[in-house]
């Protein structure tokens, strides 16, 4: 039995999304820019995918930039806004727990010259959204927050936030990664006082080297890709058609069955939760005191002690279980999850935690199979350990 | 400007009544070097090797590939002439001059054989006429005749064709790969190993290579990070027979049984021991490794001892008195080493004691191996009847 339980990585393309791009690829492959009916047969797929994403995030199509992924998204979100803002301040606050996507742009906007905040979480990874609006000045341009932890899965008070950091100083601009959130997560960008959400597709269904950033109209920022100005300016290069379709449909399968789906992975986390949570020795991380409600429905981030989470994931994966380790660590390179340092997982449990995470097409099965190999694997594991 | 590549070798030269055997196989391996980039002629004839050029070749490209064939000394570029016309090979010979030295500054010889001993123009004649052309045509541009110590010795050989040469690039020296025999090279995912498999190829030794994999305590990236330098390295010493050994079972028994500190050495001593019957097997006449002295606790003159004794073949170090630096700077140069670094762990250090003897007694770690006799040799069947194989080059 195979049991692919490493969704929040990456997704399988579905057949919707395959079938779209097919047509792209072979059929309608013009060029947007192109004078001629085959680019503006392209162009009909590029309106056609803003559309569908707009009609998710009740927002205009004329919010919406095509990029490259996620990555790209949080990039442009930073970078540019940090550009385009400079002369009314310098200060830039996000949270202890972010994404390298977010974390690596803003340690590159401080060699630049502007400062950051890093924001404190509690134990479930929330962040303490007390410190984080203490930190707002005059000099405060930009507030970045992850909406949904892709290694231990909280969600972050998005609302909340955004209403008290704009009641302290109302020119800061609110971005936030949603790129685990998006797809499982109602999100309304304009209700929620969002400036900025960046979204990738492969996360949902959709293909790589595709997302989106939504950017409210009116804000100020900068383009970081300059060229033959597609995208209204802002995301120059001719346009990723195929992926744009694709993206869009994965977007609107996403969001046509919103509640059953969440509902569903709700139902898989709770039982793999409950199932792990028996076995000796294993901790759940991420789940505040009001249980699993109040975490995204599709990860689990689980600690075992007395394992070395690399081995325990070869283990499962030689029985076709899928995971990912909480933190990337080999003994040549350690690389410690910042976010399991600052949630405060024990020193000996951070090199010892997987994740596991799920999608739309993920059985019961699957998620019972999983357990059953790590029940069956954790005795034997435990048995050696470096002495 | 070259159709052809005249091949110097040093060593092979020595081999007295053994030298055809010896050419024959250098010929053979810069044949099977070449075939991967075209359709070129590799001949061996009247004591040399010569590549005769497609019509559409890299030159550059060409060059690369021959300083990668072990017993190639010199590679020389050559303009072959199709004629043996005495004032078309003066011509081309003028020609050759003038366009291959922009910087006619310097002192010259010339250097002249027939092959036919019934062409009108004897050797010393030849030398002299042309060497009176070269000069005339370019002494005002600085060239001067020096027939003791010249900068430059431009060839001329007058076979069916003729054939003018006046540089040779380096090639890798060594002696071609099959003319010495073959070897296991314990390859680990580690620095060291390839550079020993590059060095002892270099001696004309051909290579097979075992791969000691723990899963899931290894990972496959680190597996396929093994596969990737045996990749590297056979393009300097042909197809490599990669045994991948599953050794889990026997690192844990060991682990189990066994005093901690002693478990690398132990473990050194069975992969000695598998290597060898893979070794046998494969009529391989050594086992080839990447141990330097002192360079880690099993890498000590009395480690080596304790791992040395399980084996009736001979083992070949090439490196054991590298510094890591020096093999650094070779593996860079095989361009093993972005590969070596990669951050997988290897079966060597999963369970590494913290502080592993340096200084293991033989009797000692004999009687440690003891504990393992109930079920070592079995699990040491399992391990060989599930190898797999994996051929790369």
């Excluded at chain 1, 039995?1 to 013009?30: C, H, I, P, R, W």
């Amino acid at each position: 039995m195979e049991a692919y339980l490493d969704n929040a990585a990456t997704t399988k393309v579905s057949a919707a999304v395959m079938e779209k791009m097919n047509q792209v690829f072979m059929t309608d492959f013009g060029n947007p820019s192109s004078m001629h009916q085959k680019g503006m047969d392209a162009e009909q797929y590029i309106k056609e995918a803003k559309r569908q994403i707009a009609d998710t995030l009740k927002c205009e199509p004329s919010e919406l930039v095509f990029t490259s992924g996620g990555t790209e998204s949080n990039n442009m979100a930073l970078i540019g806004t940090a550009l385009a803002n400079k002369r009314a301040g310098n200060h830039i606050i996000t949270t202890r727990i972010e994404h390298a996507s977010v974390y690596q742009p803003l340690l590159f906007l401080e060699e630049l010259g502007f400062k950051v905040t890093f924001a404190p979480v509690d134990e479930a990874g929330r962040v303490r959204v007390d410190e984080l609006v203490d930190a707002v000045t005059d000099e405060t341009i930009l507030v970045s927050v992850m909406y949904v932890n892709n290694e231990i899965g909280c969600v972050e008070p998005i609302a909340e936030i955004a209403k008290r950091i704009k009641e302290k100083n109302p020119k800061v601009l609110f971005h936030v990664d949603a790129i685990q959130a998006y797809g499982k997560m109602k999100i309304q960008p304009a209700k929620e006082g969002i400036d900025l959400l960046s979204v990738s597709g492969h996360k949902i269904h959709g293909p790589k080297g595709s997302g989106f950033l939504y950017i409210k109209n009116k804000t100020k920022i900068k383009p970081i890709l300059h060229g033959g100005g597609q995208e209204k300016g802002m995301r120059s290069g001719t346009e990723n058609v195929p992926a744009i379709a694709g993206l869009g449909q994965a977007a609107k399968d996403m969001y046509a069955n919103l509640e059953v789906n969440r509902k569903h992975l709700f139902a898989l986390k709770e039982r793999l939760a409950e199932r792990l949570s028996k076995v000796e020795g294993v901790t759940l991380n991420g789940i505040p005191k009001e249980g699993i409600p109040a975490t995204a429905p599709h990860v689990l981030s689980v600690s075992f002690a007395g394992i070395r989470s690399e081995v325990l994931l070869h283990a499962l994966e030689e029985r076709g279980v899928y995971v990912s380790s909480g933190s990337a660590c080999s003994s040549n390179h350690p690389d410690i999850s910042g976010t399991l340092v600052a949630i405060g997982v024990k020193k000996e449990l951070l090199d010892a935690t997987l994740r596991f995470s799920f999608s739309v097409t993920t059985t019961t099965e699957e998620v019972d199979y999983a357990a059953d190999c790590v029940e069956t694997l954790l005795p034997q594991l435990r048995r050696f350990f470096r002495k | 400007m070259y159709k052809a590549f005249l091949i110097k070798y040093a060593e092979i030269g020595l081999k007295g009544k053994n030298r055809h055997v010896f050419e024959n196989i250098l010929r053979d391996q810069i044949q099977y070097h070449l075939d991967k980039l075209g359709a070129f002629e590799v001949t061996r004839e009247q004591g040399r090797i010569f590549v005769s050029c497609p019509e559409v070749y890299d030159f550059d490209e060409t060059i690369e590939e021959l300083q990668k064939v072990f017993g190639v000394a010199g590679i020389c570029p050559v303009v072959v002439v199709e004629s043996t016309d005495w004032d078309v090979i003066t011509a081309e010979a003028l020609k050759y001059v003038d366009e291959f030295y922009e910087d006619k500054n310097f002192t010259f010889k010339v250097e002249a054989k027939r092959a036919d001993k019934r062409y009108p123009i004897t050797s010393p004649e030849m030398c002299r006429k042309l060497g009176e052309s070269i000069l005339y045509k370019f002494m005002d541009q600085g060239i001067k005749v020096d027939v003791h110590d010249p900068k430059v010795r431009i060839w001329v050989e007058v076979r069916n064709k003729s054939y003018i040469y006046s540089h040779i690039i380096p090639g890798p020296g060594g002696m071609p790969v099959g003319s010495g025999g073959k070897g296991m090279l314990l390859l680990s995912g580690g620095i060291d190993s390839p550079v020993a498999g590059y060095m002892i190829a270099k001696r004309g030794v051909a290579l097979e290579a075992t791969y000691f994999h723990a899963p899931p305590y290894t990972s496959e990236r680190a597996k396929q990070k093994v596969v990737d330098l045996a990749k590297i390295i056979s393009a300097y010493t042909g197809p490599i027979k990669l045994n991948i050994v599953n050794f889990t079972d026997i690192q844990l028994y060991i682990y189990e049984q066994c005093p901690h500190e002693q478990l690398t050495i132990i473990m050194r001593r069975y992969m000695m021991r598998i290597a060898e019957k893979l070794a046998l097997d494969s009529k391989c006449l050594g086992l080839v490794t990447g141990e330097s002295i002192g360079q880690v606790a099993s890498q000590t003159m009395q480690s080596l001892v304790a791992t040395n004794a399980v084996c009736t073949l001979p083992v070949y170090r090439p490196l054991i008195a590298f510094d890591k630096q020096d093999i650094v700077t070779i593996s860079e140069k095989i361009k093993t080493y972005e590969t070596s670094i990669l951050p997988y762990e290897d079966c060597c250090t999963i369970f590494v004691a913290k502080h592993p003897v340096t200084h293991p007694i033989l009797s000692v770690i004999e009687k440690s191996e003891t504990h393992l006799e109930e079920k070592i040799e079995e699990m040491i069947k399992e391990a060989l009847d599930t190898i797999e194989v994996v051929q790369v080059g």
